[in-house]
């Protein structure tokens, strides 16, 4: 389960975007599942949330949402204190959820998200979780609302200095 956590984390540091991370994600799935099963079966709480996070993309991009909002919320259920991780996982599990047009489940999870990374300082969890509840509050059509959430995302990641993501949020701006 260390291994394959390792091996995801490295291919989601390298940028899943590129293909070669992802056909050897999906070479490994069954492996992949088997450590996710391994570590709900031992009570390994955070090396599944590790996993859970190296694997949004790849849940994603290959169209497994289902399957990876499913795993997002079992280990989420295991109790355990705030941290960066769980802070994280819910905000990958609302994205999931929000790409599948759940857009409850999606607002309740990254609200919790935002909750959660700001008691705990989290500015980066905290900005994308904004973020993408900017793009849940557009899609229910409340402009004025989402353009609040993007505005205060493009902040933080100024502050944060991370040039990708304030152009994400423009977009988000734009989008609006």
């Known amino acids: 389960a260390t291994f394959f956590t390792t091996l995801a984390e490295r291919a989601a540091d390298r940028g899943l975007w590129q293909g070669r ?48 909002r499913d795993w997002c919320e079992l280990f989420l259920a295991h109790e355990g204190p705030s941290s960066a ?34 008691e705990i300082g989290d500015d980066e969890c905290r900005s994308n979780a904004l973020h993408l509840l900017g793009h849940v509050t557009l899609d229910r059509r409340d402009a004025d609302a989402a353009e ?20 994400t949020s423009l977009f988000g701006l734009g989008r609006t």
């Open 85 to 118: 991780l769980r802070a994280r996982i819910l905000r990958v599990a609302g994205h999931l959820a929000f790409f599948q047009g759940d857009l409850a489940i999606a607002e309740s999870q990254l609200r919790a998200s935002i909750a959660m990374a700001e």
């Open 148 to 167: 609040e959430l993007f505005v205060e995302a493009l902040a933080l990641r100024r502050a944060i200095g991370n040039r990708e993501r304030v152009a």
């Open 21 to 68: 991370g992802l056909d050897r994600l999906a070479a490994e799935h069954a492996n992949l599942l088997v450590a996710l099963q391994w570590a709900a079966a031992h009570r390994q709480t955070d090396l599944g949330l590790r996993l859970c996070a190296a694997l949004q993309v790849y849940w994603y991009q290959r169209a497994s949402l289902t399957e990876g």
